[in-house]
């Protein structure tokens, strides 16, 4: 377990509707950029939330994402009053669980965002959905009591320069039976699970320039060639619920031969994305360490969920470590450099302290003698009151730090982790109480089937942390 716990807490701020109703924005629509940072910016907001945009299709997240704003208002007139057809009722709680996230992003007003679980079409050539939540959500005032408040607190929209998309792993087909259910189809047999090329993907939006020619991905990098790891074996044995699968016994490698040669590490990708930070003393660069590692739950006869959380994680040991066994998808050698700035940003499906998986990687990041510790456990680290009070009224299980959780199932998963050379001067995680204003965008009863979680914005919370540079 993690060493000396830093008892001082920062205190936390009180805080089908017809087709042609579906048509949106054209693809010639120019989305305006924010005012360019000026020399002397030196506050930094960086920020990660998984968004729960996971639809069944990625068409689906594009007819969404293009509703303008005059037709989600219709939309949400019928809502109000009361009036929309069963059909029309499933496309108005899209609208309002997109606009309350929107809502949330502008309260906390990110200059960086991670956007995790925003589908794409798997190799992020399409940028219809990103596009259309810049220009119909983020850049609309949304009401900051939540979208289904009588009350009205109309936000600052807020607009992003610079956005991107990453191909991920997840949905895409293997010719391997990796599941071993004697057949390779989707989802089980994915790279990364997924019902489709492209499902939990996750997209990058900034208010600072991205250096893509610098971008690194790890997207095609080889479970087997990260130092320690091996083919994970059928461990639990004598389980009725879950047996070996035909032809298998216990102890076998789970992966064939073939499988494991080419199985990749990251379950989505792992990707190095450099920012361009104008500043006071010349251009910072902070590089954006984005993954959304497999959640370390669902095994049956091996722990291989568990082991591939441990290693995705540990790839970011390694990586700002500057171990050299690393490749990114274009050949390059190594990982980053030992002078470099860097956030680590993502639905890690880790808690240090909690949870099923193995812990000793995520305590490793955050303790990792490159890292900020007072972001990740100490005064700076994100907590809110709302995560307490779910704790204390019994809907968020046991945590050890329940004011640090940022998710619905009571975990602290979310994390946004960042180099000891960055001053880290706040930090928050959006989830306001009962007794604190926004608390509707993230319960009401009347949304979907249970008025939290996805139904409302996401199970998952915003996290951030402010840098000045």
Not at 97 to 109: D, L, M, P, S
Not at 213 to 227: A, L, S
Not at 420 to 430: A, R, Y
Request: glycine fraction near 8%.
């Amino acid at each position: 377990m993690m060493g000396h716990k830093m008892k001082l807490l920062k205190t936390a701020a009180a805080a089908a509707i017809s087709m042609a109703l579906l048509s949106g924005c054209n693809d010639d629509t120019t989305i305006i950029n924010p005012v360019e940072p000026t020399p002397d910016t030196t506050n930094v907001r960086f920020s990660t939330y998984n968004l729960s945009f996971d639809r069944s299709t990625f068409e689906e997240l594009v007819t969404e994402m293009q509703i303008t704003a005059p037709e989600q208002e219709v939309l949400m007139q019928g809502w109000f009053d009361e009036t929309l057809t069963d059909a029309e009722l499933k496309v108005a709680e899209k609208v309002i669980q997109i606009r309350n996230v929107a809502a949330i992003i502008q309260t906390e007003r990110p200059a960086v965002l991670m956007m995790g679980e925003f589908n794409n079409d798997g190799t992020a050539e399409n940028q219809d959905a990103i596009k259309g939540f810049r220009l119909n959500y983020l850049a609309v005032p949304q009401n900051g009591l939540g979208t289904t408040s009588d009350e009205k607190k109309m936000l600052k929209p807020i607009q992003f320069a610079y956005a991107e998309n990453f191909s991920t792993n997840t949905g895409l087909l293997s010719d391997f039976d990796l599941d071993r259910d004697g057949k390779v189809a989707l989802p089980g047999d994915a790279w990364g699970f997924g019902f489709y090329h492209g499902q939990y993907a996750f997209g990058l939006l900034s208010q600072y320039p991205i250096d893509t020619d610098n971008i690194r991905t790890f997207q095609n990098f080889k479970w087997k060639d990260m130092p320690g790891e091996v083919n994970p074996t059928i461990t639990n044995c004598d389980d009725e619920k879950n047996p070996i699968p035909d032809g298998m016994k216990c102890g076998d490698e789970w992966y064939s031969v073939e499988a494991w040669a080419e199985k990749p590490l990251s379950s989505k990708n792992h990707v190095d994305a450099p920012i361009l930070i104008p500043t006071a003393n010349g251009e910072k660069v902070v590089h954006l360490l984005l993954s959304h590692p497999t959640p370390p739950v669902f095994d049956t006869v091996t722990e291989n969920n568990k082991l591939l959380n441990r290693a995705e994680i540990d790839f970011w040991n390694d990586y700002v470590a500057d171990e050299d066994y690393i490749y990114d998808d274009a050949g390059k050698k190594g990982g980053l450099g030992l002078d470099a700035s860097f956030v680590v940003m993502g639905d890690l499906n880790a808690d240090p302290e909690n949870g099923d998986g193995f812990l000793d990687a995520i305590q490793d990041l955050m303790n990792h003698n490159r890292v900020n510790t007072l972001a990740t456990d100490g005064v700076y680290t994100p907590s809110s009151f709302g995560s307490t009070e779910c704790y204390a009224l019994g809907f968020c299980k046991e945590n050890t730090f329940p004011e640090r959780v940022t998710s619905t199932f009571g975990l602290r998963v979310d994390h946004a982790i960042p180099s000891n050379d960055l001053n880290i001067i706040d930090s928050g995680v959006f989830w306001p109480a009962t007794f604190e204003e926004g608390h509707m965008l993230m319960n009401d009863k009347r949304v979907g089937k249970w008025g939290n979680g996805k139904d409302i914005s996401s199970d998952h919370r915003l996290v951030w942390i402010e840098a000045e540079l």
